[in-house]
C-alpha cells in the first residue's frame, strides 16, 4: 500500500491540533461536538436503570434531563402528559422541548424519544420477555446525541433557532397498529407534542434521532422519510458525505417504521427518521451498554451540528 506523504503529514497535523479531518480528503474543520462527552450522558441513563413510565427510574432520569436542559438552553418548555391506557393506568410523562434562539423565524428542529420498553418482547427466551429493555441504543442513544448538541449550542450559539424535542411514551404499548387513536399507548408524547406546538410553529425540517449509537452503524434512508420529506433526507444524507462518512449514511430505501417522525408529519412538519434499524438487540434485554460506542455518538452528532452550521 502506498501513502502519500502529504496524506501523513495531514493526519499528524490532525491529531496533533486535535481537530477532525473529513475522509475525503477536505479541509480541516474544528470538531464541535464531543462523542466521549455524550457517552458519559449515555452511560447515566444506564445508570438510572430502565426508564419505563411509572417506575422511579423514570421519574429520576427526567429531572436529571431537565437539570441539563436548563444549564445549556435559552428556554425549556415542559409539556406535562397524564395518559390514560387501554387498560386504564394512568401515566404521568413529560415532554421536553429546548429552545436556542427562540425569538428566530427560522427554526429546526431534533427529536429523540426518552423512556424504555417495559417489555423485551423481541427477546427469543419467553422468560426475558417480561423483563424491562435497558435502552442502551434504543432511547440512551438519541437522548444522549441530543444532550450533546445541546452542549455545542450552549458554546456557540446557532446561526438559526434550534429546538430540541425530548419525547416521552415513545415505546410504552403495543397498539402499532392503531397509533393513532386516542387510546394507543406509544407514541405518546410525539402525538401530543403535534397537537400542542407553539402558535405557528412551523420549523424548516426536523430530524428524528432513534438508535443511533450501534457499533456496528450504518443508516439507510427510512421509507415513511422519503416519501414524505425527500428533500430533507437528501440534506442529511448530503451533509454526512461531506463530513466522509458515506460508509455510514448509505443511500438507498432500507426500513419502512411508524417512529415519532410520522406523528409530526401528519401535522404538516417536514420531519424524517435516521435511526439504524439493523440492530438484533432491538426489544431485546440484550440492548446494553457493550452494543454501542462514543465513535459511533461522534458520527452522528457531526452531522446534527453540521445541520444546523
Known amino acids: 500500500m502506498t501513502i502519500r506523504k502529504s496524506h501523513l503529514w495531514r493526519a499528524a497535523a490532525c491529531l496533533a491540533l486535535g481537530i477532525a479531518c473529513t475522509a475525503r480528503g477536505g479541509a480541516s474543520r474544528p470538531r464541535e461536538f464531543a462523542g466521549a462527552r455524550a457517552f458519559g ?119 438559526v433557532g434550534v429546538d430540541l424535542l425530548f419525547t416521552d411514551g415513545e415505546d410504552y404499548g403495543t397498539s402499532w397498529s392503531a397509533w393513532e387513536a386516542d387510546t394507543s399507548d406509544v407514541l405518546i408524547g410525539s402525538r401530543y407534542f403535534a397537537a400542542h406546538q407553539p402558535s405557528g410553529y412551523q420549523p424548516l425540517f426536523a430530524v428524528l434521532f432513534d438508535m443511533v449509537a450501534d457499533k456496528d452503524q450504518q443508516f439507510y434512508y427510512e421509507g415513511n422519510s422519503q416519501a414524505f420529506a425527500p428533500e430533507v433526507v437528501d440534506r442529511v444524507w448530503r451533509t454526512a458525505a461531506d463530513l466522509g462518512y458515506s460508509r455510514v449514511f448509505i443511500p438507498g430505501v432500507k426500513p419502512t417504521l411508524t417512529d415519532d417522525h410520522v406523528a409530526l408529519q401528519k401535522a404538516g412538519i417536514h420531519a424524517i427518521d435516521v435511526v439504524d434499524f439493523d440492530y438484533p438487540y432491538w426489544h431485546t434485554t440484550e440492548d446494553t451498554i457493550d452494543k454501542v460506542s462514543a465513535a459511533s455518538l461522534q458520527v452522528v452528532g457531526d452531522v446534527a451540528v453540521a445541520l444546523v452550521r
Open 41 to 159: 450522558y449515555l452511560e447515566q441513563q444506564m445508570q438510572f436503570g430502565p426508564r419505563v413510565p411509572g417506575t422511579p427510574a423514570h421519574e429520576r432520569t427526567g429531572d436529571w434531563i431537565l437539570q441539563r436542559l436548563r444549564a445549556t438552553a435559552d428556554t425549556v418548555v415542559v409539556q406535562q402528559i397524564a395518559f390514560k391506557t387501554r387498560t386504564g393506568q394512568v401515566l404521568h410523562l413529560r415532554n421536553f422541548f429546548a429552545r436556542f434562539r427562540p425569538a428566530a423565524t427560522e427554526r429546526v428542529l431534533f427529536l429523540a424519544h426518552w423512556d424504555s420498553r417495559p417489555h423485551a418482547d423481541q427477546s427469543q427466551n419467553l422468560g426475558q420477555q417480561r423483563l424491562p429493555v435497558p435502552g442502551a441504543n434504543d432511547g440512551a442513544s438519541g437522548v444522549a446525541l441530543l444532550l450533546g448538541v445541546a452542549d455545542v449550542l450552549k458554546a456557540k450559539p446557532p446561526a
